[in-house]
């Protein structure tokens, strides 16, 4: 069987097909950005918005669930009080958010 004539059918691809064929992907990766990590990060301002004016008082949850009133914020440490005399420390990026904050999932 000879090739060579299958071979002279073949022809480079030029740049409209290169184009054409990079359009779709890059066009699903902007509706991903948009509808996923543009929320994500507004999402991720808020709490650090939140976590940075914490004051005695707020009612807040950790990332592990745990909820609990602010007794104290020292610096990267916030003392929470979780039962009668009960406190905990935790580092100020365990705060997910404040307790009656809405879920944003659902």
Do not use: C, H
Not at 23 to 51: I, S, T
């Amino acid at each position: 069987m000879n090739i060579a004539p299958l071979i002279a059918q073949v022809q480079p691809a030029g740049l409209a097909d290169i184009v054409s064929a990079l359009a779709l992907p890059a066009l699903v990766f902007l509706v991903f950005y948009v509808v996923w990590f543009l929320p994500l990060r507004k999402r991720q301002k808020q709490v650090e918005q939140v976590v940075a004016n914490l004051q005695r008082g707020d009612r807040v949850v950790t990332n592990g669930g745990i909820f609990g009133e602010v007794v104290r914020a020292e610096g990267p440490v916030v003392v929470l009080k979780i039962a009668d005399n009960v406190k905990i420390r935790v580092r100020r990026v365990a705060i997910a958010g404040l307790e009656d904050e809405p879920d944003q999932k659902g």
